[in-house]
């Protein structure tokens, strides 16, 4: 039941550095890219075609995406909110496009001012001219086990954003707890319900760590035979709705969860665990991963007395 | 199978202060026990009759003891590592003496410089003793998903611990994960080879999150229906085996977790993040919570506006 072999989506260098004020420089975040590419990470979000005044952060995308060496077999994903961000994607020879939407009614009329369906059926155009171009399609739905502003979501309403997503093409689709306040008998519910309108094989579960549920309903979702999972190393981003919380699971913890149930993630934890430390340097922030902390502390001091 | 109600025991005022090097005033102390018991906490690990020599915060179990108020139906337990600690234990009327003992050999000849088999027979006047004078007692078993100095151990091993201490009388027995790194598939293995030598319902899961696998790991302990965890209120205590790093899981994430299962537990939630706060304040370290700290920020601030 429980998959053998899964598939990391690293989303540090677009999801996690997206909430940094400070400006990253563009060489780190090649390197970044890099190093994840190289340690064996499969798929990694690598930036955003949006607007610079939206997310300054993310103003050197066309940069990242010409500066960083292509790895064959990688996939280098691209975050684009519209036709422009799309035309950027397509210059920058992304390898898949990432659209997204909410779960959450509220979420959606807060955040973007218009209703699910509506903001789904923006995506048209974006969709279309990716599968012309031949370009993979992925859709993350946000807040598919909770919200900040109605607290809870339905699973009827993720089913039916699945069906949207898929409707308009999408190779892949994302089941992603924005705020972490999912536990791992709803992330079953939510996860059971998806693939009964989606291919299993092509949903992907997003956790946030900011409750400290994200391991738990990752085991929960490997139960439910979900074989993708997205994770940030180092735990970068953040919850940009509680300061000072944790946001995204960090990707170390979640590769020595897998190694330690005998799943394959084809990821080197050792490698891993260094780019954590490169990173949260980097940025002057400390890891909010509690696996890559242990790794790096024993490595550097070995096993510390008994107390 | 997933029980419907689980038992917390909180550990926080003993294996979680007893790692922290400056002492924490008897006030202190007596003020976070009673505000355990107060917010629901139905077993309280309170103090520990040690030598003052090797464990200095614990130097003022007595008046820890005499100072708490005793709420009816709470157990109080006591850490008795001899009979010295148990004649302290008994005066201090104690309701459950604990005992311990670690499922590696190699940790067992590092720590106390003995085997197994003979850390084990020694607590055997202890137990009787407290038999004798009709107290509870627990028997705690370190390092049964892993161990800082040989790394595996064994089921076999662990289960011959858990005979050796029902053997010994014990009421309840512990299966500690002491350095954190377990996992899900490994944690439902031994708990149900532990509860194929004893009743499930006595069995209980102590997990440390010092990989980050904490909440996945009661997760996997439940589904082999274990109703009793140990946590400790905002992560008190750290790991002694890699500064820095986390110890013991926090009690508000293992609360949420349960809330969020709709497992009952008796503890309110609120409370506790309240005395999570409390704590951290009083020992200056941050909390290592992160539902506590997700809900503390909430309350403060309120949500965050979107990114």
Redesign the interface.
């Known amino acids: 039941m429980i998959p053998s072999k899964v598939k990391i989506v690293e989303v540090g260098p677009r999801d996690g550095l ?2 940094e004020k400070q400006f990253v420089p563009t060489e780190t975040k090649i390197e970044l890219v890099n190093r994840l590419a190289s340690a064996g990470i499969v798929n990694v979000e690598s930036t955003s075609f949006v607007s610079p005044k939206w997310v300054p952060q993310m103003s050197d995308a066309a940069a990242v995406m010409a500066g960083i060496q292509r790895r064959p077999g990688t996939i280098y994903s691209v975050l684009t909110p519209n036709m422009r961000g799309f035309e950027g994607a397509l210059e920058s020879k992304a390898d898949e496009i990432v659209i997204f939407g909410a779960a959450s009614e509220a ?1 959606s009329q ?2 973007i001012n218009c209703s699910i369906a509506e903001s789904i059926a923006r995506f048209e155009p974006v969709a279309k001219a990716a599968k012309d171009a031949g370009m993979r399609l992925r859709g993350s739905i946000s807040c598919a086990l909770g919200c ?2 109605q607290g809870e979501v339905s699973i009827e309403s993720v089913v039916d954003v699945v069906e949207r997503m898929k409707a308009l093409g999408c190779d892949e689709i994302d089941i992603a707890d924005t705020i ?7 992330t079953r519910e939510v996860m059971a319900a998806a693939q009964s309108v989606f291919p299993r094989e092509r949903l992907s579960g997003h956790f946030h ?5 994200a ?2 309903n ?3 979702a490997l139960l439910e035979g979900i074989e993708i999972y997205h994770a940030s190393v180092a735990g970068l981003g953040g ?8 946001g995204n699971v ?1 990707t ?2 979640v590769v ?2 897998m ?4 799943i394959e993630t084809g990821v080197d934890l050792d490698q891993l665990v260094e780019i954590g430390d490169f990173i949260s340097r980097a940025i002057d922030k400390p890891s909010s ?3 890559g ?3 790096f ?2 490595k550097r ?1 070995g ?5």
């Open positions: 997206q909430n979420f807060k955040n900040p502003y972490g306040t999912g536990t791992p008998k709803r760590d900011t409750y400290g549920q391991i738990g990752i085991y929960a919850c940009p709705y509680a300061k000072g919380a944790t960090a170390e913890d020595y969860l190694n330690g149930l005998g991963s509690r696996a902390k242990a790794i502390t024993k001091d096993v510390a007395a008994c107390a």
